[in-house]
């Protein structure tokens, strides 16, 4: 029986609902079982030199897989549609899961979002009505993988569509339906979805909040520059290294000694008890600093996860660190959650609707121009470009 047009593009977005879900929730739940284990057994972070020279020989030898990443996604939501995106998302998902098992300064929402995309490329061909239809497909993985590994379905449906650009009636709806069904499967699971406190659900606006607000977005964009001058150094002391056994260890090296003898283990993997703390009030002094060093030197050398959760666990701590020197409440750890990532990768809507889900409409309302204007400070720069 030959299947029409309609009814071929519905079931294919159930699909990619359902395995986007899935994908999520099993990657949730896998990594929670990974950092408790590597919590338990903290010696195991010494692993992190062998797990560099394993990544960069899986990258000598299959590098057309292994170099994927989500420049690569938004150039075929774009109609450069590749088959290798096909084994995307298991090569993503145990990269990522290593890197946390071993300790490195990485996320977790950025490999969701590209196991969703990848999925696109397991819809059955006859399935395909189109490469519009592909495309589109494409966008609705990102989106809902991202909205399924947060658990805010609405961020992830503008997610897809704002880091992709495609605001086009097709990605608006096929978004909409792929993330509402993802993120049903996430509940019917049982995703485990992290608790983020509401610190005080009041806010007040006056001349020494909106300072305040102010500080946090040129502090924000610094620590960007910095980041983004960081990783930049990583990889080009990596590229300088005499040897292919130096370059692919010595910076997991420099990561395990810190991590295991050197009192920074706090700063390993994604340090979701101290974005807590931060959103709360409690911050060192030093923890965004630490936390922007740690995360470009494991991404810089090839550490796999994304930018996501080190992103928020930056922003949340130098919010927190502003408020204790302004004495400004503990509205700016919550904008700082995520006006970070926002102003990073250019998505100040998805970010601010993130925020509003998890804490509240009135801080998502603030988040979005506070974002804004750390973006005006960033210029063109953000983790998607060579800026």
């Known amino acids: 029986m030959r299947l029409g047009v309609p009814f071929k593009i519905i079931f294919s977005l159930f699909l990619m609902g359902i395995l986007a879900g899935l994908g999520s929730s099993f990657f949730l739940y896998s990594l929670n079982y990974l950092t408790a284990q590597r919590q338990q057994y903290p010696l195991i972070m010494l692993g992190l030199p062998i797990l560099g020279l394993l990544f960069a020989l899986t990258k000598a030898k299959y ?15 774009r109609g450069e549609v590749k088959d290798s995106f096909l084994y995307l998302p298991p090569i993503i998902l145990i990269s990522t899961l290593l890197s946390h098992l071993f300790g490195a300064s990485v996320g977790r929402e950025s490999t969701a979002a590209q196991m969703g995309g990848g999925f696109s490329y397991w819809i059955p061909k006859f399935l395909s009505t189109s490469l519009e239809h592909k495309c589109s497909l494409i966008v609705s993985g990102l989106s809902a993988g991202f909205g399924a ?4 379905p609405l961020a992830g449906l ?7 650009g495609g605001w086009t009636i097709r990605n608006i709806v096929y978004c909409t339906f792929v993330s509402a069904v993802s993120f049903f499967i996430t509940k019917l699971v049982g995703a485990p979805h992290t608790y983020y406190p ?3 659900p009041e806010i007040s606006l006056t001349i020494k909040t909106i300072i305040a607000i102010l500080c946090l977005s040129t502090f924000s964009s610094l620590l960007l520059y910095l980041f983004f001058f960081l990783k930049k150094q990583t990889e080009n002391l990596i590229e300088a290294l005499p040897g292919f056994l130096l370059k692919s260890t010595l910076v997991g090296l420099i990561l395990a000694i810190s991590f295991c003898f050197m009192g920074y283990q706090k700063y390993a993997g994604l340090g979701i008890e101290y974005i807590q703390f931060s959103l709360l009030g409690i911050t060192n002094t030093a923890d965004p600093f630490w936390k922007v060093f740690f995360t470009a030197l494991s991404i810089g050398s090839g550490f796999k996860g994304g930018e996501f959760i080190p992103f928020v666990f930056i922003g949340s701590s130098l919010g927190a660190l502003i408020s204790k020197i302004l004495s400004a409440g503990l509205l700016l750890p919550t904008i700082g959650f995520g006006l970070f990532y926002g102003a990073a990768t250019r998505t100040p809507i998805a970010c601010s609707i993130m925020v509003g889900e998890i804490f509240g409409w ?6 979005y121009p506070a974002t804004i204007v750390t973006i005006l400070f960033l210029g063109k720069r953000s983790v998607f470009s060579n800026g």
């Open 149 to 152: 590994a947060v658990g805010a």
């Open 158 to 164: 503008v997610f897809g569509l704002e880091i992709t």
């Open 63 to 77: 590098s057309v897989y292994f170099n994927q990443g989500p420049k690569d996604l938004f150039r075929a939501s």
């Open 362 to 367: 009135q801080y998502g309302f603030i988040c």
């Open 198 to 200: 509401i610190a005080s």
